[in-house]
């Protein structure tokens, strides 16, 4: 009894100290308002009062907002889709988190697709100072260009490797300071854990399984006796992996810059009980230039596998589907696009666009993927509209794989995606 009695005392004391701190903020408040209504204060210290009231207000909101995607998809590698002349679908809604809590930052992103619920990134982060920041969680892998080695809704073929647009779970620092960008990371495993840890949730709403993801990772080791699509019979996992990019801005007067970076990673690989069973690395070159209106994007990348028994392809995860890569293959894109503001009703911008990949020298004597696509942004208010027209070979998503050992031939999709942003 006298033990409960201490409790309810502290408890007690701590919730008198948050009602004076709410009295202290509130007659703080009063005081501000109380100057400005007496107009004995000029108008820049009217400005300060109202700087110092956002702030504060800022300083512990966590904002709340989203997307809702739907999208026109014609493909002529589909009987039904061009029988029906092309097909509209629900393609994403999500929730967006991102605020501070005192000095504590959080971004995080929920998405709804028809087949499959997921976390895009969810991490929390401190500014150490004005040029370096630390996060921890979900959060994007630093490699090649970023946010995104493409202009288009399709992304580019890296995306399909991993190696674009990827997140997983672990630690990152990010040193931005005038043109030089320093980032450095540690990823203990992907964004849904290690091995032993989410294959028990095979079957169960959230995840279903290892392929309900937004970002490509490799989930097996491809044996030769299993199909493109099939569930790894082997399965494999990033672990352990090192980060870093390094990227110096060169500015050239009147809003042009030419951005030039080098990227790498190092890793292991394990199985589902967490024993090695290969490491991994990959290796960047990227520029990023603007000039004026237009935006050029330029990537090489190599990566590899290198599995301790040799297999040469690797299963990877995404989308509810399983997919098969190379364990080892050379990358390059190429990447434009040109700004042009209009004034046409709601319509506020066009960003037209053409980017192309390539993936070759392919383990396994794979054959080369690559993917065009051309395209325009269209910017009216909330609604981002990407209008793209994609030419491919062994190309996921566009009727292929890049599992081919043939020259399969070339496939086309026309689509739209429309996205309300709020």
């Keep these: 009894m006298q033990q409960q009695l201490l409790e309810m005392q502290q408890q007690l004391d701590e919730l008198r100290a948050e009602r004076n701190e709410e009295e202290k903020k509130r007659e703080q408040m009063e005081s501000r308002l109380a100057e400005v209504e007496e107009g004995d204060t000029d108008e820049e ?7 110092e009231t956002y702030d504060e207000k800022k300083g512990t909101e966590i904002d709340v907002g989203g997307a809702v995607r739907f999208q026109y998809v014609l493909e002529d590698y589909n009987d039904s889709s061009k029988e029906n002349n092309g097909i509209f679908e629900m393609d994403t809604v999500r929730l967006n988190f991102d605020g501070t809590v005192g000095d504590v930052i959080l971004s995080a992103e929920w998405r709804w697709y028809q087949y499959m619920n997921v976390i895009h990134h969810a991490w929390v982060g401190y500014d150490f100072s004005d040029a370096l920041q630390g996060q921890v969680g979900v959060n994007q892998v630093p490699f090649g260009v970023t946010p995104y080695n493409s202009h288009s809704f399709f992304f580019s073929s890296n995306y399909y490797l991993g190696l674009e647009d990827d997140y997983d779970f672990g630690t990152k620092l990010i040193y931005d300071e005038g043109p030089l960008n320093i980032q450095g990371a540690f990823y203990w495993n992907d964004e849904l854990g290690s091995g032993d840890s989410y294959l028990g949730f095979d079957g169960g709403d959230f995840p279903d399984f290892l392929n309900d993801r937004y970002s490509y990772d490799i989930v097996g080791v491809r044996d030769s006796s299993e199909g493109t699509f099939a569930t790894p019979s082997s399965f494999a996992f990033d672990s352990n992996v090192f980060n870093g990019r390094v990227a110096y801005t060169f500015g050239h007067g009147d809003g042009n810059s030419t ?19 290969g490491d991994q690395h990959a290796v960047a070159a990227h520029l990023v230039g603007n000039y004026g209106p237009w935006n050029l994007q330029l990537q090489a990348t190599e990566y590899e596998y290198d599995m301790d ?3 040469e392809r690797m299963a990877v995860g995404a989308y509810d589907f399983f997919d098969t890569i190379a364990s080892e293959a050379t990358s390059y894109t190429a990447n434009v696009a040109y700004s042009l503001p209009v004034n046409w009703g709601p319509v506020s911008n066009l960003t037209f666009y053409n980017d192309y990949s390539l993936v070759t020298d392919k383990s396994a004597s794979l054959e080369d993927t690559w993917m065009n696509v051309s395209g325009v942004a269209v910017t009216s208010g909330g609604l981002y509209t990407y209008i793209d027209f994609i030419l491919a070979e062994n190309q996921p998503f566009i009727g292929g794989s890049m599992d081919s050992a043939t020259q399969s031939g070339t496939n086309a999709r026309f689509n739209i995606n429309f996205g309300y942003y709020f």
């Design 45 to 51: 210290r009217v400005k300060e009062v109202a700087a």
């Design 259 to 277: 951005e030039i970076g080098l990227s790498g990673q190092y890793g292991d690989v394990t199985d589902d009980v967490s024993s090695t069973i």
């Design 309 to 311: 028994n040799g297999m």
